[in-house]
């Protein structure tokens, strides 16, 4: 299926798109990253993680699409709202790559599975940022899609997702000493811009055409 070029462009949007907003410093891999470290229930915390990102990336691609193919005059402008907000979010992105900053993982005390489910839930979804990320930024880019080319966008998102939070999880005590520096978040960043600046560029060309 990824073959197909439309296909492989939607498949590569979508995982751009995802990895450019998961991977910045946040509460949510700060907490995924601190169990790692003392691997505590690292997979489930992980799981959990990149099931959430999947089922609200699915529902927020699928409802953007439908809203849009309900309402073409919506497709303006959720395009040249995903536009903004990528251009937007790609000059964050810049703006900390020029300030040092890393990753504070917190010390936290040992905890029993059935707890670090439910913190989980609790960190990702009472987090805002997620459903704003997720339904909506990543929802309006991939409704532009139809058919087979949304299905390969959602694929492409949700691996991002998922290969960003195992590696979380699995990698950790490699991973710390690369949090723990700030010049490694630079790159990050400046590499998030890109993604960023990269998907609008693509989304601006699709209008003009």
């Known amino acids: 299926m990824l073959l197909d070029p439309i296909l492989l462009n939607a498949w590569q949007t979508g995982l751009l798109t995802s990895a450019g907003l998961i991977i910045a410093i946040g509460s949510q891999n700060a907490f995924v990253l ?4 003392r691997r505590q229930h690292a997979i ?3 799981s959990v993680c990149a099931a959430i990102d999947t089922l609200l990336i699915t529902v927020g691609v699928l409802g953007m699409g439908l809203l849009m193919q309900s309402h073409p005059f919506f497709l303006k402008g959720a395009l040249w709202f995903g536009i903004c907000f990528l251009v937007g979010y790609g000059a964050l992105a810049l703006w900390r790559a020029l300030s040092p900053h890393t990753l504070k993982v917190q010390e936290r005390p040992p905890i029993t599975f059935n707890a670090a489910i439910l913190a989980t839930l609790a960190i990702s979804l009472l987090n805002p940022h997620v459903y704003l990320d997720t339904v909506m930024l990543i929802g309006s880019v ?17 691996m991002a997702s998922i290969i960003w939070f195992f590696s979380l999880a699995w990698g950790a005590q490699f991973l710390a000493p690369l949090f723990a520096s ?3 978040w630079r790159v990050l960043d400046l590499s998030v811009c890109v993604f960023m600046w990269w998907v609008a560029a693509g989304l601006w060309g699709h209008e003009l055409l």
């Open 34 to 37: 601190s169990y790692a470290l």
């Open 44 to 46: 489930g915390i992980a």
């Open 142 to 158: 991939g409704g532009q899609f139809q058919g087979l080319a949304q299905t390969s966008f959602i694929v492409g998102a949700a």
């Open 182 to 184: 700030s010049w490694s």
